[in-house]
């Protein structure tokens, strides 16, 4: 047996495994809420303002293929046994919060005129269920996705558009709310702090810390949204730091030379005050 063979083998174990997995945990968490009554749901008030876009049910629909074809894009073992890791970790920890917290979509979904493109959502009607919410699993496979499709230069623009394209149909198609998309984001970055894979990368020794920012910034995006929701406009105040939180995540994330000579005066200071 060649190494190429070996290896396409070891992605269609970790296709396989994964997608065993998704549906045990999916299915069964769909059979427990169905089986509760007065299920809730949770939305922010500007969610009535989220236009329902039929077509983005086509790129909604090509996370499926994104979820097949990543594991065959991993480089080598040890990528591709993170990916499987970081993978079954969503998964499950997401099966958890289906049945500990299960919410259901709240919106009446409007028909779809067009024959071809109401196929889809025929399917997702017989296939899917309103339940199985928060996390979101299309934003949380989005982002580990993201983590192997970002070393792949020829068609790296085209990847990330597509993801982002994933990311807003989740609302576009009315399948989810923002809370689930918030939650979802927050379950991939904590998934890659877990399982890091770059911790101690030498040429960027600030990768696997920037993932600390990102999940940060995503925590007090969700916390100022819900001070507004339940207090008033005071949660407003946090979307500036979680937007500077971002920023300095993505920075650290790409080596970039801005704020490193910020962390090392922070080092030395700390030094420093340590020694007094």
């Known amino acids: 047996m060649t190494e190429k063979k070996l290896k396409i083998r070891q992605q269609a174990f970790a296709l396989t495994l994964c997608t065993i997995v998704f549906m045990i945990v999916y299915n069964l968490a769909t059979l427990y809420a169905s089986s509760l009554d007065d299920l809730p749901s949770f939305t922010f008030d500007f969610e009535e303002s989220i236009p329902f876009v039929p077509l983005s049910i086509i790129p909604y629909m090509a996370s499926g293929i994104f979820f097949c074809i990543v594991f065959f894009l991993c480089k080598n073992k040890y990528q591709l046994k993170i990916l499987t890791w970081r993978m079954l970790f969503v998964m499950i920890t997401a099966g958890i919060a289906f049945i500990t917290t299960p919410l259901q979509f709240s919106f009446t979904k409007p028909e779809v005129s067009n024959e071809i493109l109401n196929l889809p959502f025929l399917f997702l009607k017989i296939f899917d269920s309103p339940f199985n919410q928060s996390p979101s699993l299309h934003i949380a496979f989005a982002f580990i996705f993201w983590s192997i499709f970002r070393d792949i230069s020829?068609?790296?623009?085209?990847?990330?558009?597509?993801?982002?394209?994933?990311?807003?149909?989740?609302?576009?198609?009315?399948?989810?709310?923002?809370?689930?998309?918030?939650?979802?984001?927050?379950?991939?970055?904590?998934?890659?702090?877990?399982?890091?894979?770059?911790?101690?990368?030498?040429?960027?020794?600030?990768?696997?810390?920037?993932?600390?920012?990102?999940?940060?910034?995503?925590?007090?995006?969700?916390?100022?949204?819900?001070?507004?929701?339940?207090?008033?406009?005071?949660?407003?105040?946090?979307?500036?730091?979680?937007?500077?939180?971002?920023?300095i995540g993505y920075f650290y994330q790409n080596n970039s030379k801005i704020f490193f000579p910020v962390v090392f005066t922070i080092k030395q200071n700390i030094r420093q005050f340590r020694k007094n």
Request: hydrophobic share 50%; glycine share 6%.
């Open 154 to 247: 020829k068609w790296r623009i085209f990847l990330m558009i597509n993801l982002i394209l994933v990311g807003i149909s989740t609302l576009t198609t009315y399948q989810h709310h923002v809370i689930d998309i918030l939650t979802g984001a927050i379950l991939a970055h904590v998934s890659f702090l877990v399982i890091p894979y770059r911790k101690k990368n030498p040429e960027n020794p600030y990768f696997h810390f920037a993932n600390y920012y990102f999940l940060s910034g995503w925590i007090l995006l969700s916390a100022g949204l819900l001070i507004d929701h339940y207090l008033g406009n005071e949660g407003f105040i946090l979307f500036l730091p979680a937007l500077v939180t971002m920023m």
